[in-house]
């Protein structure tokens, strides 16, 4: 088989290889802030529990992240303050304050 039919089908078997669709999910926004005196926590990592979302707090607290449909969990964490895990109900496309827990006292 010469180069040029070999190229030619390895074209058309990367064409008809499977590509996967995008998960579909949803918007969750919300604010992060200290436990006592609602101070926002800025550059706090914002993960999806079992999921693909990941976001980070702006200097204000505010995040906005992409979750998967249905009830999902977020885990908060911040240097200095204790993680923290907070359910979101399916039909929410905004969290409340989510509050990040005291300091460690190290």
């Keep these: 088989m010469s180069k040029h039919a070999m190229l ?3 074209v058309l078997a990367l ?8 998960a579909q999910g949803r918007e969750v926004t919300g604010r992060v802030t200290r436990l006592l005196g ?3 926590v800025g550059l706090a990592t914002i993960t999806e529990v079992g999921g693909q979302g990941v976001a980070q707090s702006a200097a204000d607290g ?3 992240i992409t979750v998967a449909q249905g009830d999902v969990r977020l885990l908060v964490r911040a240097i200095g303050y204790q993680k923290k895990e907070v359910p979101v109900n399916a039909g929410e496309s905004s969290s409340p304050r989510i ?8």
């Excluded at 064409?15 to 995008?22: Q, S, T, W």
């Excluded at 509050?99 to 190290?106: I, K, T, V």
């Design 62 to 64: 505010t995040f906005r």
């Design 99 to 106: 509050p990040s827990g005291s300091r460690r006292s190290w």
């Design 15 to 22: 064409g008809l290889a499977p590509v996967p669709a995008p």
């Design 38 to 40: 609602e101070v926002p």
């Design 8 to 10: 030619a089908l390895a």
